[in-house]
Every structure is written in C-alpha cells, then in structure tokens.
C-alpha cells in the first residue's frame, strides 16, 4: 500500500489540506504503508520554493515524516512536478499520435464567446469540439496567425466511469456529462493538474488515493486519461469538507487557517494533529484525547466520515490546553519561556526551578502557550495594578483594615524566613476578619484579582520583596 501527500506551494499550509496530510499519514501508520510527498508546482506564476519550504516545516512539526519526497528522494522521483515535464511531454506525444488528444487554436475571446452564449441559453458549457478534426491546412492557417495551441483530451463518447470510493460509496459519472473534451496542456506548454496527477499516482505506484472531496468531480477526468495510457487507477476515498461555524467552507473569514500561526500562537503540535484527526474520524471507544500511536492504531479507511466536519476554534484551545496541563513540567517551561521572552520578561533572570513552580502554578489557565504572559505577570511583575473587581474590594472598610495590618506586620516583625507561613494567620489573629472577609482583601492586595492560584501557593513564589512591596503599593492608594 502507498499513499501520497500532494499540496501546491502557493500560499501557507491551510488547516483543510493539514487535515489531508494528518489522516493520509495515521493511514501509512495504520497499514505500515510508504508515504510519498509530492510537491504539485505547476502552477508557474503563485507557486514559489518559500512556500514549499514553508509547507514542508509545517509538516515536519505536526511530526509527519515522509518516506520519499523532495528532500529525501526516492526512487520514483523526481517529487516536483515543475521537474517532471520530459515525463508529462511523452505521455503528450503518445495521446497526440494515437487520436486521443489534439491541438486547440481556440483563442480565450472565442471560448468565452461560448460559455456566454451557453449561460444566456441556460445551459452549461461543454466544449463543442470545434477543433477535434482539423486537417493541416487549417492547422497551418492558424498558427501563421500566430496562435499558440492548447492540447485538449478527446473524451470518449458513451463511456461510463465508475468510482468505488472508501467513504462515499460508488459515484457513476458518464463521459458526456464532464463538459466536453478537455485542456491537458496549456498554450504555454505547461500540463494541467487533472491530467499529470493521475501520471504521477500511477508512476510512483500510488495504491491509494486519500483527499478532499473538491476534487471528486475531477476524478472521471483523470480516470479517463489513465484508460488512454493503459495505466492503473488507484483506489479513492475522498474526505468531506472542513466548515466553518456558518457551515460554509473554512475561510479566514471564520479564524485562524494557517498552520503556521496555530504555531506561532502557541499551539502544541500534538493536540493539532489529534483535533485535525477528530475532524475526519472518530474513535469507537469516543475518546478524544489520544496520540498518533493511539489513532494510527485505531483508525480504518472504512470508517472516514461521511459528512462536513465543522471547525470549532474553541474545543480545539479547549484540548490544546489538556495537552499543555500534561506535559512534563521541564518540556512546558522550555516550551512557555520563548512566549515568555516574546512579552519581554528575560527567563535568564529568574532562578530555573522557581520559574518551573511559577510555570506549574498558572500553567491550568493557559490554551495555548502564548497565555503564559497574562498569567505569570502575577509573579514576574513587581506591582500587579489591581483590576476593576480589586479595586472595588479593596475600597471596603474591612479591606483597609486587612491592608494596614498586612502593611504593619510585613514591615515590623516579619521577614524572607517567616513571612509566608505567618502573614495571613497574623492579619486573621489581628484583626478578628476570616472566610472572605480575610481571605479576599489579601489575594487583591497581593495579585491584582480575586481569581488565580491558592495563596498557599502563590505568596511563596511572590518571595518577601515583591509582597511588600505589593502591600505598601496598596496601602498608599486604598488608606492613604
């Protein structure tokens, strides 16, 4: 069995053709099959190697390898398409000289002459052969006028294509029904995509062909062309759609659809590949969280989904951040420091296994990592200015006596050796405040909020410098 990933470098890797990449590659796990990558660049004018460079990163952190492809060879190379036109030409010359294929003189003003007359009459627009029998004269004729021919492919008349395909069943197309004899090769000598991928798959001895539904209608086109060249027909199953929140296809419009910024925004690689997965998939024992191991070992071609997946922004923030809460404490915090960086704090200056413990303690706040910043502010930062919540709590009565207390005690009798374990008790004995009459006023005065981490555990890590100097700052704006 092999199967193959094949995306146009034209743009960012979009979320959609991720999910492609992720279930062709559970699939190769699953049957221990090779995975080819190939790089469709046909497109002259948008394809560029940045972005095939770019795509290829991409790939490699969702941890997807491949067996063969542009960058690791193989034997059935080369991986580029833009490298494999001696191949394309050969096919070319043989449909040519069997009547299979012939040159188009049509111009783009008279084709579009015919699909407006077609519209205003109703119908759809099917090519009418009108250069299928020309002889050399006017063959001649036409090229003294300079024009530059397409190759077009003579669709067999009668003919019925029947796919059996792994999620939608069997689809009948019939050749009369595909729009007429179509463009193989274009008036610049470039080949067209429904014509060089079926090459291609049969070429590098594609077993299997996973890939989005769009491209079902141009499947009896390219089964067409395997017929004429006596060339095999991989097996299809084609995916359903990714949508959006409106149920129409996935756009920017509705989010994030570049790989590329799910990384960047903190998104760990792992919890995408299992949510791009659950988008074309579903476990039978209904977990949602597993890992490649767990999904390769469980999925079937069979058991694709049948119907449009709908992208939800917030269950995959909602997983990514089951993902983060599992890590191991030093793989998170090498992951949440360059966020960390980013946001201008310098992890240098803090003492590693006390920035592990910060990290540990705000860390089940976070969906992805680029959260940490908002939330380790609270021990990374000298004075947390108090929100909207805080104020209004501190400007209570009881709260200025539990703020002057804290600002007598913290200044007068404790210290680094004791302040943690006996500030809160002291305010309490003192004072005669308890429950959240207590217990509120210190967590505004010393984080800014009345939400976050126990105080147990943060006025350890805050250290004696920063709560003083948070206490003092509170004292001066609420009883001063």
């Known amino acids: 069995m092999r199967l193959r990933f094949a995306p146009s470098p034209t743009g960012y890797l979009h ?18 099959a090779a995975y080819v990558l190939r790089i469709e660049d046909t497109d002259m004018e948008r394809s560029t190697r940045r972005s095939e460079d770019s795509i290829l990163q991409d790939l490699r952190w969702l941890g997807i390898r491949w067996d063969e492809g542009p960058d690791t060879g193989g034997e059935n190379g080369p991986y580029r398409q833009s490298e494999r036109f001696d191949i394309y030409k050969k096919y070319t010359d043989l449909l040519l000289e069997q009547k299979k294929a012939y040159h188009c003189y049509c111009s783009q003003e008279e084709l579009e002459a015919m699909r407006r007359e ?39 008349e009668g003919e019925t294509v029947v796919v059996e395909d792994h999620i939608k069943g069997r689809v009948v197309f019939e050749s009369g029904n595909i729009g007429g004899d179509f463009i193989i090769v274009r008036s610049d000598g470039v080949p067209v995509y429904n014509y060089i991928v079926i090459i291609d798959d049969a070429l590098m001895k594609i077993t299997h062909v996973v890939r989005g539904e769009d491209h079902l209608p141009n499947t009896p086109k390219q089964v067409l062309i395997a017929r004429a060249l006596g060339l095999p027909v991989p097996e299809y199953a084609h995916l359903s759609l990714v949508l959006g929140s409106d149920r129409s296809k996935l756009s ?19 919890a995408l590949v299992n949510y791009l997965a659950m988008l074309g998939w579903a476990a039978e024992s209904g977990e949602e969280i597993l890992s490649i191991d767990e999904m390769a ?50 992890a240098s200056k803090y003492d590693r296994p006390w920035l592990e413990r910060v990290i540990d303690a705000v860390r089940g706040n976070c969906e992805v990592l680029s959260d940490i910043a908002r939330y380790a502010a609270l021990f990374l930062d000298d004075i947390m200015e108090p929100d909207a919540e805080a104020v209004a709590m501190l400007k209570e009565p009881d709260s200025k006596i539990v703020v002057a207390e804290a600002r007598r005690l913290i200044t007068d009798e404790l210290g680094e050796s004791n302040y943690a374990a006996e500030l809160v008790n002291l305010i309490k004995k003192n004072t005669g405040m308890k429950g959240k009459r207590l217990f509120m006023p210190v967590r505004a005065m010393l984080t800014g909020s009345l939400h976050g981490p126990e105080l147990d555990i943060t006025v350890p890590l805050l250290g004696y410098d920063r709560c003083r100097a948070r206490v003092e700052y509170a004292h001066r704006r609420f009883c001063s």
């Open 15 to 32: 979320i959609g053709n991720a999910r492609t990449a992720v279930l062709n590659y559970l699939l190769a796990r699953k049957y221990n």
């Open 118 to 156: 077609a519209s205003e009459a109703g119908r759809a627009f099917v090519y009418p052969g009108r250069c299928r029998s020309l002889d050399r004269a006017e063959r001649a004729a036409f090229e003294a006028e300079g024009r530059r021919p397409t190759v077009r492919f003579r669709v067999p």
């Open 252 to 270: 920017k419009r509705h989010g994030i659809t570049s790989v590329e910024v799910y990384r960047k925004e903190g998104y760990l690689a792992e």
């Open 297 to 346: 070992s469980q999925i079937e071609m069979g058991n694709l989904a049948r119907s449009a997946a709908v992208f939800d922004f917030q269950k995959l923030r909602w997983m990514n951040g089951m993902y983060i809460r599992a890590l191991d404490l030093s793989r998170a915090a090498d992951l949440f420091i360059p966020y960390l960086a980013e946001s201008g704090y310098d």
